[in-house]
């Protein structure tokens, strides 16, 4: 309990100073979002009225302390580009990389851990070979090509979708995931083709450890000698690398959302940057920072379920 | 139990227990080959042994010999690069190739059960100790409840001789010293009492105090339950000391077979005699130290002191500590001290040995004299500017992507001041100093054996003219006749050129013959130092005691 309450106190600590480090980040670039929204055309006078409006010439401590405050309310400020709330188009848009998250994650996983399995099972065998031969193949195509190739064999040769129709949830959920499942996959492959590469080799050294010499001595038969002995310990890495996968996913793929035409949070996040819309990259950049460590937290606790040697 | 295998074993002698008992286990010309680019590497060639009941047999060989491969050929445990080529296996009457996998796995950790070399790697990390152990009864006697289980576990672990058994059942390895490791092994091995245990160096890592206790566990549990042993070691002293008949393994054949006595007493094969001679023995000392002379010393400090040499390194009131790693983020570092209040000389020309046993603070002393660890108090005067230490794990500490030339040539090229030339040639001089020929230059470091390499590590500490070099277990890695060719190099350059060695160890046998004085480490302090004949004769401290009655 005493470890819980210190991660999750380095956890709060680690965001504020995230949040510091990006407060001052964008006061050291030049041109603000009273300048942006205003365009070229302003004059010193409009900018001037806007930024007092906006409380832009306020202390940088206050407009922090304040900016801190709003946010842990949930209110990011007013994007300037679309003239609403953050908060609103967060709501929006958060839905959509999450539910492609998930299902890509739900993929990832349910793949990857049974073949990874296999194919260190019967290491140098024909099963084995074929999944590698698939594994560098998949690792080998970049994922916009991939975007492509879905697109171009489930939308327009066997139709299964209509490529760029996105339909939102609230309009019908079971053609919503029916169209989301394959930007998921074009997210997924790669990312499935690198766990497996990396749990395949997790496992094939475990193997070759003494401990598992020690365990055939006592008369154990192999399958009990993989699962009961060799998994636990070959999971311990790996659940690292499912981590720093989950939290790249949970991002948002800003290639794969503008190929399927998704409004989520990566789309938003390049069309924030380039209009300077500074509260909405605020946003997104705090969000990022928090999947990211809230990650690390869990992955934190679950080796200390799972290894013993790190309860010290 | 203990009553009637004291019985047992005065009424059957060794000679006796070979004639009276049937062979338990018959291995027949068995031959074991590796592929390797399309040929067959026979690593075990036509081996036959036989072991009867109760009897402890010992198989002895330098590493690569085979030892291992026979062990895991009996057990059934061989990799898939390695294939059985030929012969027959007899275990109670069964022909162990010829079972079915399911038969024959019933009988591993059944009847036949290994105890293995590496105890911190032989356990499996994430599981309670407890757990490790029972799984034995839980595939060997599964009609068991859990709560008599659970007590049968307590009890092997009780008397592998582990205190504490009921907390000890829900620990983990890594909360164990590899003594204790080793101890859950043989309870864990001997649980489902087999008929044969397969000891596979399982001393070797240990400390040699521990190393007696557990030798001792053996002989118990053989003695109590009749089970016959295997015991395969590498040192000669553990196995004459622990067997009664024993063979010799040389390149996958065997060399010689006899009981105990005659392969001591009376070696016949050349190559037994070899190994029995690089034996470090402790009769035959040739020293070159001045003061050695027993009847001028009276104690070793107060001759040293008067002595008229020019000491090379003076330490006074060392303390040695080790930062750890600070827990939290604002709490401050805590330190722990692992040498404590350390004060020694070494005069021109002397060989000084340390030794203890692992954790005692010798490898700590030795790198806070060459100024390897700067947490220090107290002095280190030291009459040499250019200090030079060779460690003990030779593939560890060398580079094994460069080439030999490369390695000795470095200290050269960082001190400056010599041509390509002049650097060639003092490379050249040196690899014929330390026995290596001249084309060694060009061979990358992966491709020399262990001796091969710490030649070059001396090689590379003395290529400055050092006139002082810290010995940290040179030799600990090593097989026995490597050990004793090395040993022999390290003298033959030590009286050359006048050098001084610190010589750090745990096996006295070693510090005995090459050293002129010896400090005695303990838990960080020095808590005797002597001439090494004085130190043999008549131990003063305790623990002193304890390590020579430990010595085979």
Redesign the interface.
Known sequence: MKYFI?KLS?LILTLLLVSIFLFISFQVIPGDSAAASLGTSATKETVEALREELGLNRNVFVRYFSWLGNALCGDFGISAQYNMPVSLLLKERMPVTLWLAVLSIALIIIISIPLGIQSAKKEGGVSDRVITFLTHTAMAVPPFFLGIIITLVFGLILKWFIPGRYISYSENPGQFLGYMIFPAIAIAIPKTAMTIKFLRSSVIRQLK???V?????????ENVILYR?VL??AF?PVITFIAMVIADVLAGSIIIEQLFSLPGMGRMLVTAISNRDFSVVQAIVIYIAAVVVVINFLVDIIYRC????VRV | MSKLGNERKNNLGPSQLSDVNQPLLTVNHITVGFQHNGNINKAVNDVSFQIKEGEILGMAGESGSGKTITALTI?G?LSKEASVLGGSILFDGKDLFRLKPEEF??????QI??I?Q?PM???????TVGYQTE??LL??ENQLKQAERKRKTLAALKEAGLKDTETLYYQ?P?QLSGGMRQRV?IA?AMICKPKLLIADEPTTALDVTIQAQILGLIQKMNQEYGTSVLFISHDLAVIKNTCTRAFVMQEGEIAEEGTVRDLFNGPKKAYTKKLMAAIPDLSSRKTGFPFSDPDAVQNGQAVLLSGKEKNILEVRNLHVFYEEKAK??FSKKTRKQVVNNVSLTISQGEILGIVGESGSGKSSLAKAVVGLIDSKTGEVILNEERPQMVFQDPYGSLNPAKKVGWILEEPLKLAGGYSQRERKSKVLKILNEVGLPDEYTERYLSQLSGGQRQRVAIGASLIRNSKFIVLDEPVSALDVTVQARILELLKKLQKEYDLSYLFISHDLKVIYQMCDRVCVMYQGEIVETAFVEELFRKPVHPYSKKLLEAVL
Do not use: C
């Open positions: 210190r380095s450890l003494d401990y010499r020690t365990a055939r001595s006592k008369g154990n038969q002995h636990k310990n311990i799972i290894d013993p040697r | 057990m445990l796995r019933k009988i591993k950790g059944n059960s290994m293995f590496e790697t032989s356990l499996n990390p994430v599981m799984e034995m595939l060997h983990y890594h092994m864990m939290k983020l």
